[in-house]
Structures are given as structure tokens and as C-alpha cells.
């Protein structure tokens, strides 16, 4: 492949993993004007029962929080020392997560210039793919470390409202 073609991808996508300004762009974008609107109707609340009684189903903890836990959020609990560390914490994890993202968008866009060809080399393309994969792998390896490291940080009732949210998320970003 043309190294300035290669040169230019890599650039590129390096600028586009690490601006979070064109990540929210791309994705309002892709929301459409309706989206909040759609968000809006989601749940439960207009199937539950209405009167008197039903106003305190929940009790005060089902505000902002998505699931039924009652705790406070754990974030919202974090002393000084705890917030520190978590943010050394994410910072580690953002450092070494923009590189792999970059790597993995680069190997992407090879993937589909190798795709894109005329008698493409299907050898050649799924070697790609493993590599992207094992870059993906990586990624994952990396975010649940991160995330046994940070309930570690935790207090016990802190990772209460924790564990709640890992095992509401449809996996690790």
C-alpha cells in the first residue's frame, strides 16, 4: 500500500479517535432530531400503576439512575484520595487506549482498501482481521483490568452501586 495513503489514514484517524468534538458530532448525527424523543417514551414509568400509592414505588433512588438499586451513584460518594486515584486510573487507561483505538482504526481502513480491490487476497484480508481482532482483544484485556482495578479502589458499599452498573452495561467500551 502507498505509504503517504498509509501516512495520511494514520494521521487521520489518530485526530478522529483522540477529538471528542467529531466522536459527539458523528454521533448526534447519526441520532437524527428524533432520537430524544424516542428516549423519552423508553421505560417503565408509563406502565406502572398511578395514584396515591404509586408515586413512591421507587422510593428517592430512581431518579437520574437507570436500573432499581436505592444506593447513591458510587461516584457520588468518592473521599479525595479515591477521586485521585481513579482519575490516575483513567488516565492510565485513556493513554494507552487512544494508541490501540488508532492502531485498530488504521488496520480497519486497510482492511477495506485490501476489500475494496480486484481480486482481493483473502489470505491477505483475514491475516488483517486476525490482527485487528487481536487489537480489539487487547482493548478488552485493558478495559476489564481497569474496571477490577477500580472496584478494588471502592468501598464495600460503593461497589455495590458499582457492580449494579457493570452488570447493567451491554459490554465494555
Do not use: C
Given at each position: 500500500?502507498?505509504?503517504?495513503?498509509?501516512?495520511?489514514?494514520?494521521?487521520?484517524?489518530?485526530?478522529?479517535?483522540?477529538?471528542?468534538?467529531?466522536?459527539?458530532?458523528?454521533?448526534?448525527?447519526?441520532?437524527?432530531?428524533?432520537?430524544?424523543?424516542?428516549?423519552?417514551?423508553?421505560?417503565?414509568?408509563?406502565?406502572?400503576?398511578?395514584?396515591?400509592?404509586?408515586?413512591?414505588?421507587?422510593?428517592?433512588?430512581?431518579?437520574?439512575?437507570?436500573?432499581?438499586?436505592?444506593?447513591?451513584?458510587?461516584?457520588?460518594?468518592?473521599?479525595?484520595?479515591?477521586?485521585?486515584?481513579?482519575?490516575?486510573?483513567?488516565?492510565?487507561?485513556?493513554?494507552?487506549?487512544?494508541?490501540?483505538?488508532?492502531?485498530?482504526?488504521?488496520?480497519?481502513?486497510?482492511?477495506?482498501?485490501?476489500?475494496?480491490?480486484?481480486?482481493?487476497?483473502?489470505?491477505?484480508?483475514?491475516?488483517?482481521?486476525?490482527?485487528?481482532?487481536?487489537?480489539?482483544?487487547?482493548?478488552?484485556?485493558?478495559?476489564?483490568?481497569?474496571?477490577?482495578?477500580?472496584?478494588?479502589?471502592?468501598?464495600?458499599?460503593?461497589r455495590i452501586s458499582y457492580d449494579m452498573s457493570i452488570l447493567d452495561r451491554a459490554g465494555a467500551?
Open positions: 500500500m502507498n505509504s503517504r495513503l498509509l501516512g495520511s489514514l494514520l494521521v487521520t484517524s489518530i485526530f478522529l479517535v483522540a477529538n471528542p468534538a467529531f466522536a459527539a458530532e458523528d454521533k448526534h448525527h447519526e441520532m437524527g432530531s428524533d432520537h430524544h424523543a424516542k428516549e423519552a417514551s423508553k421505560g417503565h414509568h408509563d406502565k406502572m400503576p398511578k395514584g396515591k400509592h404509586a408515586k413512591n414505588k421507587h422510593g428517592d433512588g430512581h431518579k437520574k439512575q437507570k436500573g432499581h438499586h436505592m444506593s447513591p451513584h458510587w461516584a457520588s460518594t468518592l473521599d479525595d484520595e479515591q477521586r485521585v486515584a481513579i482519575d490516575r486510573m483513567h488516565l492510565k487507561l485513556s493513554s494507552v487506549h487512544v494508541v490501540l483505538k488508532a492502531k485498530a482504526a488504521v488496520l480497519q481502513k486497510e482492511l477495506n482498501v485490501m476489500t475494496a480491490r480486484d481480486g482481493a487476497d483473502k489470505k491477505a484480508i483475514d491475516a488483517k482481521i486476525d490482527k485487528l481482532m487481536a487489537i480489539k482483544a487487547e482493548i478488552m484485556k485493558h478495559r476489564y483490568d481497569h474496571l477490577t482495578e477500580m472496584r478494588d479502589a471502592l468501598t464495600a458499599q460503593q467500551k
